[in-house]
């Protein structure tokens, strides 16, 4: 429980002792990042949707490493939490915990392993979810139900997907709040993790106006590409979940959408398209991708999205997600060498394909929302327009270097302790500047599990520098 980590704290406090002056030059770079970071935080808001900026919420207010207490009363936990993964990815099972983080406790939570790469990563640094209402009905941490705890798996900095998510709010895109956990199991400090809000009927609740929170919602696996499929519901049950109104097995919404897109003829689309779906929220998304070369996302892999459908005006809004591999952290089948330069039109797959050495998109990769829409010259024209106010007023390399700079300084001290964890110190030190190739293979002897992670993706500064530069280029500003 609390009052018995001495060791990290021990930990903690030998990292601070330093003389007088560096505390107080600490501080000054401390509120003066802390600045920079808050002046990231004006929206832009270019996508056409109502934009709602939640409440502040206690587990996400600030900059913070909040420490997260979990005890499993199950001699086997964590064979257990393994084999409900393993058997059971489609609906996974959780297992019971108590809970504790501040003056919230709660004595029965439900564990469970989540993610699909990130969970089969070699260590016992698992990426989990805890859902507080699991077992008692409402019990929740003012209005949040569930929560993430990211792993960080291919991501030496650990600040990658925190700062993606606020540069997306800051261009008017709903996206979850994310903090950093100190997670202890059994009284042992387990490892820094990202603690994330999930996209949810709370997610909902929190960033849509009352009329908006009725609505459908689905999320996109590996495949979710918007083709064609007519009426065949399999096809669109194979690669999509629904998150609302689960028991209605009802896909004709996405059908119609995938239908629309590429069935009207290209002189009609923009008209019938703005019809169902908000394009703005997806023009935007997709620029945003491109800007942080988040290739794991609908550029490349067809996933890691959500689409809602408002019940207002019948249209799907674009939602961003798990973008814990932006920055270049996952190649896609594009080179490091190639990322600074990737076409502002890009789609590609893994192995080729996405139009390097032709400008653009290509035939030969089926990604027909982006290409459709970016076929019809007003849309491609309004795509460009977002791609330069984000250029212009939020993609500011000083400024996110410094910003992920500060949050760096805030995990630090708590990177190097962990019983488990996917990247050294001095890996997590080189990650914005000289980058990593890979992550630690772990430590031998940690037992079942034990091991290290993927990539830990290319240098952030020379990444940026070099893609802002390319940007400008391309849309004329320089």
Do not use: C
């Not at 998510?165 to 008017?172: K, V």
């Not at 690669?239 to 109104?245: A, F, H, L, Q, S």
């Not at 920055?327 to 076409?343: C, I, K």
């Amino acid at each position: 429980m609390p009052g018995q980590s001495g060791n990290v704290y021990k930990h903690l406090t030998q990292r601070l002792r330093t003389d007088h002056v560096t505390v107080v030059l600490h501080i000054i770079m401390q509120l003066r990042r802390r600045l920079i970071g808050l002046a990231l935080l004006t929206p832009l808001l270019l996508s056409a949707q109502t934009t709602v900026l939640p409440e502040s919420h206690v587990l996400f207010q600030g900059d913070t490493v909040h420490e997260i207490w979990i005890n499993f009363q199950q001699p086997d936990w964590y064979e257990q939490l393994l084999a409900n993964f393993n058997g059971n990815e489609d609906d996974v099972p959780y297992i019971e915990a108590s809970f504790q983080w501040n003056e919230f406790v709660f004595d029965k939570v439900g564990v469970r392993i989540k993610g699909n790469s990130t969970a089969r990563v070699n260590s016992m640094k698992k990426p989990f979810r805890i859902k507080f209402n699991e077992y008692t009905k409402g019990q929740k941490i003012n209005g949040i139900g569930s929560i993430n705890l990211n792993n960080v798996n291919g991501d030496a900095s650990m600040v990658r997907e925190k700062m993606y998510f606020e540069l997306a709010r800051q261009i008017g895109i709903k996206a979850p709040r994310m903090n950093w956990a100190a997670l202890y199991v059994n009284g042992q400090y387990w490892g820094l993790y990202l603690m994330g809000e999930i996209i949810n009927d709370d997610f909902l609740k929190n960033h849509f106006v009352k009329e908006e929170r009725d609505g459908w919602l689905y999320k996109a696996n590996i495949g979710s590409s918007f083709e064609d499929w007519g009426t065949d519901k399999d096809r669109y049950k194979q690669v999509w979940e629904k998150k609302t109104y689960e028991d209605e097995d009802d896909w004709s919404d996405l059908m119609n959408l995938a239908t629309v897109l590429n069935q009207t003829p290209a002189d009609q689309l923009e008209a019938k398209i703005n019809e169902v779906l908000d394009v703005d929220s997806f023009l935007t998304a997709l620029a945003l991708d491109n800007i942080t070369v988040n290739l794991d996302s609908y550029v490349v892999m067809t996933q890691n999205f959500y689409v809602y459908r408002r019940p207002t005006d019948n249209k799907f809004e674009w939602l961003v997600w798990d973008p814990s591999l932006a920055f270049g952290s996952f190649p896609g089948g594009v080179t490091a060498a190639q990322m600074p330069t990737l076409p502002l039109e890009y789609t590609g797959a893994m192995g080729g394909g996405g139009g390097f050495g032709g400008g653009g998109a290509t035939a030969t990769v089926s990604r027909p929302l982006a290409q459709k829409l970016w076929a019809v010259p007003s849309i491609k024209a309004r795509y460009r327009e977002i791609y330069k106010r984000i250029a212009l007023e939020v993609f500011n390399t000083d400024n996110i270097l410094a910003r992920m700079s500060y949050m760096q300084s805030v995990v630090r001290p708590w990177v190097d302790g962990a019983t488990y964890k996917l990247t050294t110190l001095a890996q997590f030190d080189a990650a914005l500047t000289t980058g990593t190739v890979a992550t630690t293979p772990g430590v031998p002897g940690q037992g079942p599990g034990a091991g290290g992670g993927m990539g830990g993706g290319p240098a952030i500064k020379p990444l940026i520098e070099g893609r802002k530069t390319f940007v400008m280029q391309q849309l004329g500003l320089q």
